[in-house]
């Protein structure tokens, strides 16, 4: 059973770590970061972590109510680097774009940390701000309210995957990165236009084009969709009838 974490007035230690530190949650969010970009998402454990902050590992648990509650507020730090790096426009459509942009770009600066977190739900106040943001953007734009939470799930969820995956590709061994990104110009280049007409045609357009993420043409196209249908309100969402 998950430990309940301690308020936060209450689990301030009163001396500091074994490194001169006081621990804060902020603190052991920051340094957890750190050990998941030298150690992966396998390497997160509260013995490492407290070495890290020179503190016992239990003391972690004055924090967190466990590992996944850690796991949480990593994913809300993430939320809210993107958010702290946003600056709204007053126009919708450049403003949801600057937003997906800039949470696609905080999670692929910490890609171990995006891995274990872009599925997750935190609850957590940064992330609530991030979603109580992307709706209010929607609905002051003029979509219904059934449009815009069906445009948020799909803004979200899009930014989310090409997270995980664009950090999936970061996360790995340099190596092991190139060797894929050189498939496209030592393999797929290389097919015989006989047997491949359509790959051996556009063989030197994928080798420039796969090793980049399709996140912002996919994020225009979805933007482009909405704005289209907000200038034309009685063209239903794909989904609306299946919903109704």
Do not use: N
């Not at 603190?27 to 390497?43: C, F, K, N, Q």
């Amino acid at each position: 059973m998950a430990k309940e974490a301690v308020p936060e007035p209450a689990r301030r230690r009163r001396r500091p770590t074994r490194q001169g530190t006081v621990l804060s949650e902020r603190l052991i969010v920051h340094t957890a970061l750190r050990v998941l970009r030298e150690h992966g998402s396998a390497g997160l454990t509260a013995r490492r972590l407290g070495t890290a902050l020179g503190a016992d590992p239990s003391t972690l648990y004055r924090y967190f109510a466990g590992m996944d509650d850690l796991t949480r507020a990593i994913g809300e730090e993430l939320m809210g680097q993107a958010l702290d790096s946003w600056t709204a426009t007053g126009e919708w459509r450049a403003d949801l774009r600057a937003l997906g942009l800039a949470i696609h770009s905080s999670y692929l600066a910490h890609p171990q940390a995006a891995t274990l977190t872009a599925s997750r739900v935190t609850g957590r106040p940064r992330e609530i701000a991030v979603d109580e943001t992307i709706l209010g953007i929607l609905r002051t734009a003029g979509f219904p309210d059934a449009a815009a939470v069906r445009l948020y799930h799909a803004f979200i969820d899009l930014s989310l995957a090409f997270a995980a995956l664009d950090a999936g590709a970061l996360a790995l061994a340099e190596e092991a990165r190139a060797t894929d990104e050189e498939m496209w110009t030592s393999t797929y280049a290389r097919l015989p236009a006989q047997s491949y007409p359509h790959i051996a045609a556009t063989a030197p357009l994928l080798a420039a084009r796969m090793p980049h993420s399709a996140y912002p043409f996919v994020l225009d196209t979805l933007l482009d969709s909405a704005a289209a249908r907000l200038t034309a309100p009685h063209t239903a969402f794909p989904c609306d009838e299946a919903s109704a």
